[in-house]
């Protein structure tokens, strides 16, 4: 099971960072992602991180303000996030990928966690 927690009310410009928990050892095996869903839109792409924390991936949104991050040994991820806007306000989620690279379909993870809301005011 993943848990993500961290999220809440912030103002534009500031900042927040979530945090991902797995209870399962395999966890750090596999990419993980987050991806958001704004109330009325899709679930969208967030970031990715392959399973050894090499390599990274961002959506076009998150470049520059968000950063990914995982701890193997502790079998939790991460997001910061950075100068954040109205238009990120999201529930957030992490997911376990299918394999050891995070791609950027929700068809690429299996297991979800709950999600995280996200409140940025302008």
């Known amino acids: 099971q993943l848990q993500a927690s961290g999220g809440g009310l912030v103002q534009a410009g500031g900042s927040l960072r979530l945090s991902c928990a797995a209870s399962?050892?395999?966890?750090?095996?596999?990419?993980m992602g987050w991806f958001r869903q704004a109330p009325g839109k899709e679930r969208e792409f967030v970031a990715a991180?392959?399973?050894?924390?090499?390599?990274?991936n961002y959506a076009e949104s998150a470049k520059g303000r968000f950063t990914i991050s995982r701890d193997r040994a502790k079998n939790t991820g991460a997001l910061q996030m950075n100068s954040l806007k109205p238009e990120d306000t999201a529930v957030y989620y992490c997911?376990?990928?299918?394999?050891?690279?995070?791609?950027?379909?929700?068809?690429?993870?299996?297991?979800w966690g709950h999600g995280t809301l996200v409140t940025v005011s302008s």
């Open positions: 991180i392959n399973w050894n924390g090499i390599i990274t």
């Open positions: 399962e050892g395999a966890f750090s095996n596999y990419a």
């Open positions: 997911a376990q990928s299918r394999g050891a690279v995070g791609g950027s379909s929700a068809r690429d993870y299996t297991y």
